[in-house]
């Protein structure tokens, strides 16, 4: 986040020398503690500042990505395998959903359809 994205309007006789923000980097981190006041200054070429306070809500507005092709399943000494497919998320990961999520001899040699969910930390799908 820049000064420039806070400040609707501003103004002065002898111009504006910058704009500045005291923080300006929002993580994951920050989504929980949101909504977040941060001190805007702007000052002029003399070096006259004025400052004020501006509140930015963090959220975390991005789908978990999973990326799901066919897979050849290499059974265990139990005789299982995962069905989980490659999943990412920005923020994080809280919980997979697959159906089937094991196979087992019963299915050696069957195509499987296999339906996922992914739900980020955030609820997010």
């Known amino acids: 986040v820049s000064a420039s994205d806070l400040i609707l ?52 507005n991005t789908d978990p990505e999973f990326v799901s092709s066919p897979i050849s399943a290499s059974l265990d000494a139990n005789g299982e395998a995962s069905t989980l497919p490659f999943r990412n998320d920005t923020c994080g990961i809280r919980t997979i959903i697959a159906s089937p999520e094991l196979v087992s001899c019963s299915h050696a040699g069957s195509f499987l359809n296999v339906s996922v969910a992914v739900f980020d930390i955030f609820n997010n799908v």
């Open 9 to 60: 309007s501003d103004s002065d006789a002898c111009g504006i020398a910058s704009r500045t923000v005291n923080k300006s980097l929002f993580t994951c981190e920050d989504v929980a503690d949101s909504p977040h006041t941060v001190l805007v200054t702007v000052t002029d070429v003399n070096g006259q500042q004025t400052t004020g306070l501006a509140t930015i809500e963090v959220r975390d």
